[in-house]
């Protein structure tokens, strides 16, 4: 099997979509633009997603259109909200659009995010229906819908919608202009139908997502459990042999395109100097009795399983106490959507269960557990998983699960340990990780005494394998599966 490239992807894009749009659609921006004092400042935000559309929009010089949320973003679009990016060697056109604070509550902390979220997740935590966030919902879903419509016009158009906060808007565009071909791509796990019958909106959000001419998810399962919940909720025609719907004479196609992440460039920037020294950094900071080292790095999200890796190591060091005193786990969680209770709760969870057990644990110069609640740039990242013994992703539920394999892709020595959540995507195709029951404490903690003891001839066979897979198996081969399928349907049938 031929290895997708970033040159084999942008060849696709030159010789086969040349002369058409391309709108990306995706509630977070590539580029953020903020006040720090008097002076604007430009950052990029650690998003999978932002990272693997980059080279499709790289090569397809289209448009980026995201709600706008930096202190300067306004300050920095010209009359059309609009921009080049990036900024120091534009490619492509960024087109923000403004949302409200109350639009935002409603929409992305409300139905987004406190609904549609917890719902696809199976964590067990109650989602939050308001009849209110649904209307904000649809309000701003309008107004994304008339930004995409404006950048369109009237030219055949591709327009690729990211994720769950968009699921009204395929309808509304393709009822406006019949002359685009929309793609959405659903980052998160798709629940069964059982689960989805308590959303109480479920008739009009299929119907919006039934809009799309292609809908994609990470793997195979969420596009049955898609199919099976459309079969049972609304008047649809479902064909699980082509893996279609077809309503009032609009077909969708429903395909699996696994997210991955650019290997070569992660192999390449972990192997920098600057990671290096970032290293030795880490290492002053562990201290030295940090001899075995484990790490874990998300947002902080009920999703990602921190609670019951924390009481895994807790377990790990009452039944295995010739672990104490050697063994630090480093726990880095990006905070995220602190205004939803929920988020704000596990917050105080994860630090009462640090604080807990260091105290129990800890010995004169040692404590078992370093907790950083704060973001970090990629150079200290890759730091963290090059010193790793191992590296835990423990997702109650995930779509994918781009941590894992970035860990797969930092370890340039073919050194180190993936354990992974048998409940996440990546662990379809990562099967050299130690694969484990989040909900297992007594199972983690074996596998993290596994992962301790492994002899070094097995790490090294098993991260082999798992690196040459993803090498294939990389961002371009996702992003050109995507177009390919895409490129598939015809203007003038799309309608």
Known sequence: MATWTRDALQKL???????????????REPFIHRYQGDRIEVLRPASGMVTALDPIMHASGGT??????????????????RLQVPPDDPAYTLRRVWLTKRQEAGYYYGVANS?????????????????????????????YADAVLEEAGNDPSFVFIQ??????????????????????????????????????YKEELLHGLLGNDLLGFHIRYHCQNFLDTVDRTIEARVDTDRFQVTRLGQTTTVQDFPISIDFKEHDEAS????????????????????????????????????????????????????????????????????????????????????????????????QPVLFLKEHHG??????????????????LHDGMNLVAKEFVACRTDED????????????????????????????????????????AEERQRRMRRMREHLARHNVFRWGGKVLSELLKFDFSESG
């Open 13 to 27: 894009i030159a010789s086969r979509m040349a002369g058409y749009k391309f709108i990306v659609v995706a509630n």
């Open 64 to 81: 980026w259109v995201a709600h706008g949320s930096g202190t300067a973003d306004r300050d920095t679009v010209d009359a059309n909200d």
């Open 115 to 143: 609904g549609l979220w917890p719902l696809c997740h199976v964590t067990f935590t109650p989602p939050v229906f308001r009849p209110e966030d649904w209307q904000t919902y649809r309000e701003v879903n309008r107004i």
């Open 163 to 200: 994720d769950y906060h968009f699921c009204l808007l395929p309808r509304m565009l393709k009822e406006a202009n019949s002359n685009l071909i929309i793609a959405h791509f659903w980052h998160i796990p798709w629940p069964n139908r059982e689960v989805f019958r308590a959303f109480p």
């Open 271 to 366: 192997r920098a100097d600057a990671v290096t020294e970032a290293m030795d950094r880490w290492r002053r900071r562990l201290g030295r009795s940090a001899r075995i080292v484990g790490v874990g790095i998300e947002r902080l999200d009920y999703t990602k399983g921190i609670p019951q890796r924390l009481r895994a190591i807790d377990y790990l060091l009452q039944t295995r106490p010739e672990y104490r005193g050697r063994f630090v786990f480093l726990q880095v969680a990006a905070p995220s959507r602190s205004h939803i209770p929920e988020y704000q709760r596990l917050e105080s969870e994860v630090e009462a269960l640090v604080d807990e057990i260091n105290f129990r644990w800890s010995e004169s110069g040692w």
């Open 378 to 395: 990629q150079t200290d990242l890759m730091a963290i998983h090059r010193l790793a013994h191992f590296c835990i992703v423990s997702s």
């Open 416 to 455: 180190g340990v993936l354990i992974l959540s048998q409940f996440t995507g990546s662990a379809r195709e990562l099967d050299d990780a130690l694969q484990v029951n989040p909900f297992a404490i007594e199972e983690m903690a074996s596998a993290m005494a596994s992962a301790i003891e492994m002899p």
